[in-house]
């Protein structure tokens, strides 16, 4: 209950503060590209429970799905897109997912349905990251960066490992890792 009320009061903040921000970033991508400025895409969370997960939208309209991790001169990405992935502020509108009760500050990225199929074949005890709010943040995107690029079942590792050692200090240094991610532009 404490995560969910201190989630909850951070990301309503976190998106008053950053409207501004959302709105500039929803007209640059509507003058940079054709298209929706939000990407909508359906996201498995807690639970196995599909939700909206919303986004700006970085890459062209109706780019080919695929597993492959999206990197640096993709085709995929606009040219808006290439400035907002590595400082991750496509992310921003996720605070309304927050604020909803549909994610959490911190846990396992919320999945893509066609991904989390894919992942519940390849990986034994997959479905065990469902325990958990899908999050704005988590270890392998802050000290997993490596592992995230080894493949899917070293980010599966990390995400065990913070279902297990969970707890509000944890979750504050994950948010202050996931800052230092973002200043140092280690994003995609």
């Known amino acids: 209950m ?111 349905e066609h991904i989390a199929e894919v992942r519940k074949n390849q990986i034994r005890g997959y479905e065990r990251r469902y325990d958990l709010r899908p999050g704005l943040s988590g270890i392998p995107q802050t000290r997993g960066r490596l592992s995230m690029r080894r493949g899917p079942y070293s980010a599966h590792l990390l995400n065990l490992f913070y279902r297990r050692h969970q707890s509000f200090c944890f979750d504050c240094k994950i948010l202050w890792w996931t800052i230092w991610t973002i200043v140092d532009r280690r994003g995609i």
């Open 2 to 112: 404490q995560k969910r009320v201190f989630d909850f009061l951070l990301a309503l903040v976190l998106l008053i503060v950053s409207a501004p921000v959302i709105l500039i970033m929803a007209i640059a991508v509507k003058l940079d590209s054709t298209g929706p400025a939000f990407f909508m895409p359906l996201r498995v969370g807690r639970n196995g429970v599909t939700f909206r997960c919303y986004k700006i939208r970085t890459m062209v309209e109706g780019a080919p799905h695929s597993l492959k991790l999206i990197t640096k001169g993709d085709p995929r990405v606009t040219r808006v897109g290439a400035y907002l992935r590595p400082i991750h502020l496509d992310e921003l509108p996720q605070f309304w997912n927050i604020v909803r009760g549909d994610m959490s500050l911190v846990g396992p990225r919320p999945i893509d």
